[in-house]
């Protein structure tokens, strides 16, 4: 998956508080050592005039909190079948102790 240096110049200037303009993301891109293009970074500049980060942000993580809930519960759900395989193990121990009490 090739991540796209625009967005992630654009990403960077917002988190910085700076103004996300065509001059910035530019030389963001050109810092990071990539031939920048001037007319993709004046798109995309464009582009994102008006854009609250902050909600685009919040929407983004929302699956990554939504997925991480299944595996919370696969994870308690492996815990507690080793405590029934525990229970079990005590359990035939006791019988077995029994029988040679």
């Given amino acids: 998956m090739k991540i796209d240096p625009y967005l ?6 917002h988190g910085a ?3 996300i ?15 920048a293009d001037s007319a993709r ?5 464009e582009a994102l005039k008006g ?8 929407a983004a993580s929302a699956p990554v909190a939504v997925a991480a809930a299944p595996v919370a519960a696969a994870e308690a759900k492996k ?6 395989e525990g229970k079990k193990e005590e359990a035939a121990a006791e019988g077995l102790a029994s029988l040679f009490g």
Avoid: C, R, T
């Fill in 17 to 19: 508080g700076k103004e």
């Fill in 21 to 35: 303009s065509e001059s910035g993301i530019l030389a963001v891109v050109k810092s990071a050592g990539v031939e």
């Fill in 79 to 84: 815990e507690e079948k080793k405590e029934d």
């Fill in 41 to 45: 970074a004046k798109v995309l500049a």
């Fill in 8 to 13: 992630h110049a654009a990403l960077l200037l």
């Fill in 51 to 58: 854009v609250n980060f902050e909600d685009v942000l919040k």
